[in-house]
C-alpha cells in the first residue's frame, strides 16, 4: 500500500441497524400486503379511514424505499474502501449461527 493509498475502513455501524431494519420491514410490508386488501374492501363504505390507511401504506413503502437508498450507500461505501464484510457479518443480520470449523461433506 502506497503512502497516498487511505486504509480499509472498517463496515460502518449504521449498516447493520439499516440492513436488518430493511429485512424485517421488507417482510413486514409484504406480509401485510396480503391482508390489505380484504380490509380495504371493509373500509371502503369510509372514505377517511381508506384514505388514512392508503397513506399508512404509502408512508411503509416510502420508508423501504429510504432504507434502500441508506443500504445501497453504506453497501457502495464498504465497496468503495475495498473491505471484504465477512460471512459472520451477514450471518448476524439474518440469525443464522455463525460458522465455526469446516462443514460437513456431503456424500
Known sequence: MS????????????????????????????????FFAPILAVTSPW????????????????????LGIAMATGLSMVLRSNTVIPEDYWRSIIDYPSVRGNPPANV
Open 3 to 34: 503512502a497516498n493509498t487511505p486504509g480499509p475502513r472498517s463496515i460502518p455501524r449504521w449498516l447493520h441497524f439499516v440492513l436488518a431494519a430493511d429485512r424485517a420491514g421488507s417482510a413486514a410490508y409484504v406480509g401485510t400486503g396480503f
Open 47 to 66: 372514505p377517511a379511514l381508506t384514505t388514512v390507511l392508503w397513506i399508512a401504506i404509502g408512508l411503509a413503502g416510502l420508508w423501504l424505499g429510504l
